[in-house]
């Protein structure tokens, strides 16, 4: 089992940052992927970022070039830096992890094994 807790969230102008953290009870083992996804009560999930064990990365076309993703392996933590943030980015965002996978063609994906309890994040315009 993988705990994951978020934080971060918060509302800001349009244009503005913010930066998602999530602490992980462990990475999965072996090749894995760690994700954030976006999803609002009654809306279709949005895979936003994914990062596999090996470093690649993948995006959403609707944030890339705004958001980066990363993770510190010894302190099990996940990020996503957040920068130009717009109305339409409004959502709750889960951080996620995926046993047994690897980022493909750069996409981000929607679906993961284990997920947190979200952090909501409110951007004005």
């Known amino acids: 089992q993988v705990q994951l807790v978020e934080s971060g969230g918060g509302s800001v102008q349009a244009g503005g940052s913010l930066r998602l953290s999530c602490v992980a009870s462990?990475?999965?083992?072996?090749?894995?992927?760690m994700g954030w996804f976006r999803q609002a009560p009654g809306k279709k999930r949005e895979g936003v970022a994914i990062?596999?064990?090996?470093?690649?990365?993948g995006y959403a076309d609707s944030v890339k070039g705004r958001f980066t993703i990363s993770k510190d392996n010894a302190k099990k933590n996940l990020y996503l830096q957040m920068n130009n943030l717009k109305p339409e980015d409004s959502d709750m965002y889960y951080c996620?992890?995926?046993?047994?996978?690897?980022?493909?063609?750069?996409?981000?994906?929607?679906?993961?094994?284990?997920r947190g309890q979200g952090t909501q994040v409110s951007v004005s315009s």
């Open positions: 462990r990475f999965p083992e072996g090749n894995y992927c």
């Open positions: 996620a992890a995926e046993r047994w996978c690897q980022v493909i063609a750069g996409k981000a994906r929607d679906d993961f094994e284990y």
């Open positions: 990062i596999d064990s090996d470093g690649r990365t």
